[in-house]
């Protein structure tokens, strides 16, 4: 399942209205041992671009 949500993340990143609601949508599917990775691939990603809603959804690590 992670890797539907990463494509579609990809395809939507050009809308930050459509890429936050896809990202709830996404942490919703992915199973507990799969949020670490998808976090880093957020982050990776998505980072730049996207830094204050990835941040909203994971707390960033101090």
């Known amino acids: 399942m992670i890797e539907y949500v990463k494509t579609i ?3 939507v990143s050009f809308s ?3 890429f ?3 990202l709830r949508k996404g942490l919703r599917l992915i199973s ?3 949020v670490q990775e998808f976090r ?3 982050y990776l990603m998505f980072g730049k671009m996207h830094h204050l ?3 909203r959804y ?3 690590t101090i």
Do not use: H, V
């Open 9 to 11: 993340l990809q395809k």
């Open 58 to 60: 994971f707390e960033p």
């Open 40 to 42: 880093e691939w957020c």
């Open 20 to 22: 936050e609601r896809e």
């Open 53 to 55: 809603i990835l941040n």
């Open 32 to 34: 507990p041992t799969e």
């Open 16 to 18: 930050t209205y459509l």
